[in-house]
């Protein structure tokens, strides 16, 4: 149950402040710029791993808890709860941010800026790569105390470079939430599917060069 509530915050600050910023970028005519969207979204999954890494393991994204789910490293009964967790924090948040800011058409949906497939393909190595620095550095003693930055930091530079084409979700939970609230389907699929494929490429990498 604490892991739970963990990952319920944890979800709840990142799609609370990573949209939120694309909201606040949006009604102040640009006011934090592509760039500040990029740091706050690196700079919240950093407070978050670092809080509840201990924890829950701060996964706040149901792609690399499927991951995690694919080795041993995570009970596998825990799957299904973390990912519940996941949705209702990411829906939280999207709730709160529609009731702040009710005039925003889409509250920070991630949508394709081109080509669905494009974007479809991108998510994928965003993903795959955030993973693997994951389970790299998350899983190796000598490197586990700096896993809230590396993995932040993998997050800011995704975002910052791909983030204008694809969104740079890696994330199906902070895409489903702001896309429900605002009832803003289009492409989601793409935003659920690519990330849990890259996460799960990553997962069988990094056992095979574990191995």
Same mark, same amino acid.
């Given at each position: 149950?604490?892991?739970?509530? /963990?990952?319920?915050? *944890?979800?709840? /600050?990142?799609?609370?402040?990573?949209? *939120?910023?694309?909201?606040?970028?949006?009604?102040?005519?640009?006011? &934090?710029?592509?760039?500040g969207i990029a740091i706050t979204f690196?700079?919240?999954? &950093? /407070?978050?791993?670092?809080?509840?890494?201990?924890?829950?393991?701060?996964?706040?994204?149901?792609?690399?808890?499927?991951?995690?789910?694919?080795?041993?490293? =995570?009970?596998?009964?825990?799957?299904?709860?973390?990912?519940?967790?996941?949705?209702?924090?990411?829906?939280?948040?999207?709730?709160?941010?529609?009731?702040?800011?009710?005039?925003?058409?889409?509250? +920070?949906?991630?949508?394709?800026?081109?080509?669905?497939?494009?974007?479809?393909?991108? #998510?994928?190595?965003?993903?795959?790569?955030?993973?693997?620095?994951?389970? =790299?550095? +998350?899983?190796? #003693? #000598?490197?586990?105390?700096?896993?809230?930055? /590396?993995?932040? *930091?993998?997050?800011?530079? #995704?975002?910052?470079?791909?983030?204008?084409?694809?969104?740079?979700?890696?994330n199906p939970a902070r895409s489903i *939430?702001?896309?429900?609230?605002?009832?803003?389907?289009?492409?989601?699929?793409?935003?659920?599917?690519?990330?849990?494929?890259?996460?799960?490429?990553?997962?069988?990498?990094?056992?095979?060069?574990?191995?």
């Open positions: 149950m604490k892991k739970c509530i /963990a990952e319920v915050i *944890g979800t709840y /600050a990142l799609v609370f402040c990573g949209p *939120g910023a694309i909201v606040i970028n949006d009604l102040t005519d640009g006011s &934090m710029g592509h760039v690196g700079l919240i999954v &950093m /407070a978050m791993i670092f809080s509840f890494g201990s924890l829950s393991g701060a996964h706040i994204n149901p792609a690399v808890t499927i991951g995690f789910a694919l080795t041993d490293r =995570f009970k596998k009964s825990d799957l299904f709860p973390y990912i519940m967790a996941q949705l209702a924090g990411a829906l939280l948040a999207a709730a709160t941010l529609k009731f702040l800011f009710p005039s925003h058409p889409n509250l +920070g949906t991630t949508l394709p800026q081109g080509s669905e497939m494009q974007s479809f393909v991108l #998510e994928i190595i965003l993903t795959y790569f955030l993973m693997l620095v994951i389970l =790299f550095v +998350g899983q190796n #003693e #000598e490197t586990r105390p700096y896993t809230a930055i /590396a993995v932040g *930091g993998t997050v800011l530079l #995704e975002a910052m470079f791909a983030g204008p084409i694809c969104g740079a979700s890696m *939430g702001p896309a429900l609230v605002a009832g803003e389907l289009t492409s989601l699929w793409l935003y659920i599917v690519a990330p849990v494929v890259g996460a799960v490429l990553a997962t069988f990498t990094w056992k095979f060069l574990r191995e």
